[in-house]
């Protein structure tokens, strides 16, 4: 069979090429494009009026603040202190934050926002908007090749103009650029990861290893995909991984009071801090959180009867991943395999912890830029519904980002985010199990 670079079957016809497809797909596009459009709009009026991003008010703060008093960027009550200071002395003005949370991230990150963190705030925030902008564009391209989008015969590039629109119209991705988050970042590392680990290439393997690394670096939760690399006996994807994180940690412990106190910030982050967060935002009952275990909470009240059947939920999805990632199959090393199976497990964080905003919903583009990549057979009966309901998904995501402000009410029972995530997660079961050997 003719196949794209790869691994898929290249389609023999385009996918809308009957009207039926072409009217879903035109209303989809409408619907995106209207969300995306005023999404757009609005992050465009709040940047330009100046709007302090909270996350990294909290990223600046700690970066100015793990040069002089290390120890202290996880102890709330210090960053307090310091923000108090800067606020009462006159040279610190430039450098005041207009908003700051706790700081929940790996010394490591500290310490490489610490070049940023000298410039005034106003400038490292206009700096930090633009890196973030950059990481969304870079990222493009790279979904597009993994969803295998640039091997359909379209008739023309304006479909891959079209692609690049739609992306850049992800209101979660807008939200992640007003709060200053990092979850471009990981977008772009984990993109890259899934486009380079598909022949087995040892250097590729090595490098996207390094990048799940750098990822698990800033923000812990891929690490299942490292587990996973280990799981498929991806040595030297393992290897790269391991590499790379162990020179994060030797760069956050140097760059955080040396070796011994760095060494000690950093065993205190791991094993007492990082814990402790998972317990904390276990409450977070929020609108915006689509987190499983808070649907419940939010559903039910908070009660233990909420809390179990979250917990059910949570393992039910890890028991039935489990069961399908354990299954044997003939090569660990097949495309085929591999990618679906990475989706799945990259969608794992999105499942099982208390506190999933609507702006973490960036990085189940990844997967589902697989699943759209699976759709694209000839000849086959599940073609369109199956890519219908991706970009079904798409939508939800994106509507998930209109549960804030006055429209709460309306979406306070209603999870888009958590019900587009959870059609991904069963349509990538679907995949790996039922048309393990046969969809790819």
């Known amino acids: 069979m003719n196949r794209t670079r790869l691994g898929f079957p290249r389609p023999a016809r385009s996918v809308f090429s009957t009207w039926p ?12 494009l209207t969300l ?23 990223y600046y703060l700690v970066g100015r603040m793990v040069a002089k008093e290390p120890a202290a960027i996880y102890d709330v009550a210090a960053m307090q202190n310091y923000v108090t200071w800067a606020d009462q002395e006159p040279s610190q003005a430039p450098y005041r934050v207009t908003g700051w949370a706790p700081y929940a991230y790996p010394p490591f990150f500290a310490v490489i926002m610490r070049p940023l963190s000298e410039q005034p705030f106003s400038v490292a925030t206009r700096l930090w908007e633009g890196l973030n902008i950059l990481w969304l564009v870079l990222s493009v391209p790279l979904l597009i090749y993994i969803s295998g989008w640039q091997e359909i015969r379209l008739g023309s590039r ?17 939200e992640v650029i007003l709060l200053g988050q990092v979850n471009l970042i990981l977008l772009f590392l984990i993109a890259a990861s899934f486009a380079l680990l598909h022949r087995g290439n040892a250097w590729r393997d090595g490098l996207a290893g390094a990048l799940v690394g750098l990822a698990v670096a800033i923000k812990i939760l891929p690490v299942v995909l490292l587990f996973y690399l280990l799981l498929r006996r991806r040595w030297i994807a393992v290897a790269g991984g391991a590499a790379a ?31 402790g967060t998972f317990t904390v935002r276990f409450d977070y009952s929020l609108v915006g959180n689509q987190a499983p275990i808070v649907f419940f909470i939010r559903l039910l009240g908070n009660v233990p009867l909420a809390r179990i059947l979250g917990l059910v939920a949570v393992g039910l999805v ?20 591999l ?10 964080p999105l499942l099982v912890t208390s506190w999933v905003p609507s702006n973490y919903l960036v990085m189940a583009l990844p997967p589902l830029a697989v699943l759209v990549g699976s759709a694209n057979l000839s000849n086959s009966w599940f ?11 798409y ?21 888009f985010g958590l019900a587009g995530i959870l059609i991904l997660w069963g349509l990538l079961i679907h995949i790996c199990s039922v048309h393990r050997q046969s969809v790819f």
């Not at 304006?158 to 119209?169: K, T």
């Not at 956050?252 to 007492?272: D, P, S, V």
């Not at 028991?319 to 085929?336: D, E, K, P, W, Y």
């Not at 073609?383 to 998904?393: E, I, W």
């Open 395 to 415: 939508l939800l995501m994106s509507i998930s980002s209109y549960a804030e402000g006055e429209r709460e009410q309306l979406f306070y029972f209603v999870p």
């Open 158 to 174: 304006r479909w891959l103009l079209l692609g690049l629109l739609v992306l850049l119209c992800f209101p979660p991705a807008h």
């Open 36 to 58: 995306g459009g005023i999404s757009l709009l609005q992050a465009v009026i709040l940047l330009r009026a100046g709007a302090a991003p909270f996350d990294f008010g909290t």
């Open 383 to 393: 073609t369109s519904p199956r890519l219908k309901l991706s970009l079904a998904v």
């Open 318 to 337: 890890v028991c039935i991943t489990g069961i399908i990632l354990l299954r044997r199959h003939t090569s660990s090393h097949n495309l085929a395999n």
């Open 245 to 275: 994180f162990l020179a994060t940690l030797w760069v956050g412990a140097a760059g955080a009071g040396g070796w011994q106190a760095g060494w000690a910030l950093t065993w205190n982050y791991f094993t007492i801090y990082l814990p």
């Open 21 to 32: 497809n072409k009217t879903f797909f035109a209303l989809w596009l409408g619907s995106v």
């Open 339 to 348: 990618l679906p199976e990475m989706a799945l497990v990259s969608l794992l």
